[in-house]
C-alpha cells in the first residue's frame, strides 16, 4: 500500500469521526441554532459505515503483512481498543454521575442509563453489549454500540485465518451462534474493507478506472442523498418488519439496507483512491504530519465526545447567550478530546507490553520457564 492511499484513508477516518462528533453536537439539549455548514444530523451511520470499511481494510492489511499469529493478533487489537476505551468508559462513568449530580433534569431520558452500573461497564469492557436483541448502553456513551460489533469482525476474521478446517468454520459457528443477527446484519459492510485491500494490493484497476471510481461513488452518494432513498428504504422496512422488530430489536443495524449501499460506494470510492493516490504524492507530502496528527485522534473522538457534549450541555442549558453556550459545548469538548487522545495513544505501546505479559502467563510459558 503506498503512502499517498494510506495519508487518505487517515485523513477520511478523522473527517468521519469528525462527522459523528458535529452530527451529536447539533442536538437540541447540547447546542442551539448552530452555523448550516456544522448541520449533519442525518450522516451519523454513513460515518460509521466508513469505519466499518476502514477497519476491515487494516485488519486485512496488518493480517497480510505483519500479524501473523493469533497472538500478535488480538495483543495489537485488544490494544488498539482499550488503549482508549478503558478510559473512555472510566470517564464517562465520572463525568456522568457528576452531570447528574450538579443538573439531574438534563440526565432524565433515553440518552443516560444507569441502572446495573455494573453490567453495563462490564458488558461494554468486554464487548458483549450487542449481543443478539440487547443493547446496554454504557450511561450516556451511546457510540460504545460500535466496539460491540467491530471487536466480534475481528474474532470472526481471526478464526477464518488462523484457524484451519473444520476447526474454523466450528468456530466461526460459535461466535455467529453468541454474538446473534443484529452484529451480523452488517458484517458484509465490515468484509468489504477487506475485499477493498486484496483489490488495490492486485494494482489491477487503471488511474482512468480509478477516476471514475473515485468521482463516481461521490457522485452517487450525493444522489442517493439528494433522492432522500435513505428514508424511502427506511420506510419500506418499517412498513415491512414493524417499528418493534426495527427499533427494540435490530436497533443499530435497522439500516441494513442503506449501510449496504454506502459500503459499496464507500469501497469503491477507496479502490478509485488508491489508482489515482500517486498522482497527489507531492501535495500529500506537505500535508503528512498533521494528516497523521489528526488521525491519532479519531478514536478518542468517537469515544470521549459524547459524555463530553451531553455534560457541557447540561452545565450551559441556562446561558442565554447561545453563541457562547455553542462555543463553549463544541470547543470545549474538543479541548478535553485534544488533552485525553494524547494520553491514550501515548499509553497504547504499554497496552501491548501488558497484554503480552498477559497472553504468556495465560498459555504457561513463563511456568515453564520456571521448571528449566
Known sequence: MNRAISLYLDLVRFLAALVVFFVHANYDRFTSNLPLVWRLKDFGNDAVMVFFVLSGFVIAYVTDLREKTPREYFVNRLARLYSVAVPALLFTVGIDHLGAYLA???????????????????????????????????????????????????AIFAAACFLKRPMKFVVIGIICLLIGPKIMLLLPVWLLGVQVYHVIKKQFVSESLGWFLFVGSVMLYILFRIKAYPDAIYQYMLAGLGIVTMQDYLRWSQDFPSSYIIGILVAMHFVGAAAIAPRFERIIDVCEKPIRYLAGYSFALYLFHYPLLQFL?????????????????????????????????????????????LFDFLSGKKLRKSKI
Open 313 to 357: 450541555g447540561a452545565m450551559t442549558s441556562g446561558f442565554a447567550n447561545e453563541s457562547l453556550r455553542n462555543a463553549i459545548v463544541i470547543f470545549g469538548s474538543l479541548a478535553v478530546i485534544w488533552l485525553m487522545g494524547g494520553i491514550t495513544e501515548g499509553r497504547k505501546e504499554d497496552w501491548r507490553r501488558w497484554l503480552r505479559m
Open 104 to 154: 439531574p433534569e438534563a440526565y432524565n431520558g433515553w440518552w443516560f442509563q444507569s441502572d446495573q452500573p455494573i453490567w453495563r461497564f462490564a458488558s461494554n469492557l468486554l464487548f458483549v453489549n450487542e449481543w443478539w436483541f440487547n443493547s446496554v448502553r454504557p450511561f450516556s456513551n451511546g457510540p460504545f454500540w460500535s466496539l460491540g460489533y467491530e471487536f466480534w469482525y475481528y
